[in-house]
């Protein structure tokens, strides 16, 4: 089991930045492939960003990749994304979670999950 525990959402002005944070704990976080999926209301869930284990690659939607920043620090067990030029359209709910499967897109691919911390972008 690995438990996963987001931070860093809250309000901010349209053209904003926040850094986001997720805290893993249980298995070896390092073991992961680790993404961040979004959820607005009365939409599905969409794939945000994904970092490998080692960090060394990582994946970006078209709609955040000019402006985000994925990242993750093994020996702290924590991953962040830094998101700038924040937009009505970033309005969601952000979710991390922890992939042991190949492929980072789709949601079914992962296999532990956080409880979400809410973005709310103000025009």
């Known amino acids: 089991q690995v438990q996963l525990v987001e931070s860093g959402g809250g309000l901010v002005q349209a053209g904003g930045s926040l850094r986001l944070s997720c805290a893993a704990s249980?298995?070896?976080?390092?073991?992961?492939?680790m993404g961040w999926f979004r959820q607005a209301p009365g939409k599905e869930r969409e794939f945000v960003a994904a970092?490998?284990?080692?960090?060394?690659?990582?994946y970006y939607a078209e709609s955040v990749k000019d402006r985000s920043a994925i990242s993750r620090d093994n020996a702290q067990n924590t991953m962040y994304l830094q998101m700038n030029s924040l937009n009505a359209e970033d309005t969601a709910v952000y979710y991390c979670?922890?992939?042991?499967?190949?492929?980072?897109?789709?949601?079914?691919?992962?296999?532990?999950w956080g409880q979400g911390t809410q973005v709310t972008v103000s025009s």
């Open positions: 979670a922890a992939s042991l499967r190949g492929g980072y897109y789709h949601a079914n691919l992962y296999d532990y």
């Open positions: 249980g298995r070896t976080f390092s073991n992961y492939l």
């Open positions: 970092i490998s284990w080692s960090g060394g690659r990582t």
